[in-house]
């Protein structure tokens, strides 16, 4: 009997003006990246261009796809990190840097436990920050890849946000996504009530897939009740990825 190749996913930015993909294996129970995963790269990406970082960290890596970017464009004498609370995650994300000849070292934990008396001067957040039960409803999550964002989308984005300028440099900066299928206006807020600069950086908006249209009743309620945001754009219901830039960390209370 023949054993299937792995899946893949193939990232290439033509907008940033890339020529040469990027090829990362994917696995059932690992997050596999989406529209969202390639905004926060081109987002990271400008961000490195206007000042390079020396120590990165992609928080929530999935299968690599930002350590392993990041590690292949900041240049031999940045140091990049990935950490998941899955192991699955991890090592995928180990055997996607190797694939791909660059060096990311990996850790597992939730958030920052891994990373005890680090600190770094960029973190990519790309943890699970859709409101339940869309996160699974989409496919984004199927059952083994974890998620669990809370009702509003908003449990790790707002632990991130508290943490992260204790594991940040003094001028350190933090890439974060914010999807208005989540709370959004609780999330921008304790951003400011963390980070002196918080700014937009990247906007798109999508219409709702085929796998959550036929939810629509269930998604209407949710906007009603306040947890997500939608927009009517002509004839369809739309949702959209936000991509911010905190900067100025303030000590974490």
Not at 141 to 169: C, F, H, M, Q
Not at 207 to 234: F, V, Y
Request: hydrophobic share 40%.
């Amino acid at each position: 009997m023949t054993t299937p190749a792995p899946a893949e996913y193939v990232y290439r930015d033509k907008k940033l003006g890339d020529t040469t993909p990027v090829t990362l294996e994917t696995a059932p129970d690992v997050f596999c990246p989406t529209s969202t995963s390639v905004l926060l790269l081109r987002a990271a990406r400008h961000v490195l261009e206007e000042r390079p970082a020396t120590t990165v960290l992609d928080l929530g890596c999935g299968c690599g796809v930002v350590a392993v970017v990041l590690a292949g464009s900041i240049g031999r004498g940045a140091r990049v990190s990935a950490s998941d609370v899955s192991s699955a995650a991890t090592r995928l994300t180990l055997k996607n840097a190797a694939r791909n000849g660059v060096s990311v070292e990996c850790r597992s934990g939730s958030l920052f436990e891994p990373w005890g008396g680090r600190r770094f001067s960029l973190i990519v957040d790309d943890v699970a920050g859709v409101a339940e039960p869309l996160d699974r409803l989409s496919g984004w999550y199927p059952g083994d890849v974890p998620s669990a964002a809370g009702p509003d989308g908003t449990r790790w984005i707002l632990e991130v946000l508290d943490k992260a300028p204790n594991y940040l440099e003094p001028d350190g900066r933090l890439v974060f996504p914010v999807l208005t299928l989540a709370r959004e206006d609780t999330v921008l807020e304790r951003a400011r009530a963390r980070f002196g600069t918080v700014r937009l950086l990247e906007e798109q908006w999508y219409p709702l897939s085929e796998a959550l249209t036929p939810h629509l009743p269930l998604i209407e309620r949710l906007a009603q009740d306040g947890r997500i945001r939608l927009e009517r754009h002509g004839s369809r219901t739309c949702w959209a990825t936000m991509i911010y830039l905190a900067e100025e960390p303030a000590p974490a209370p």
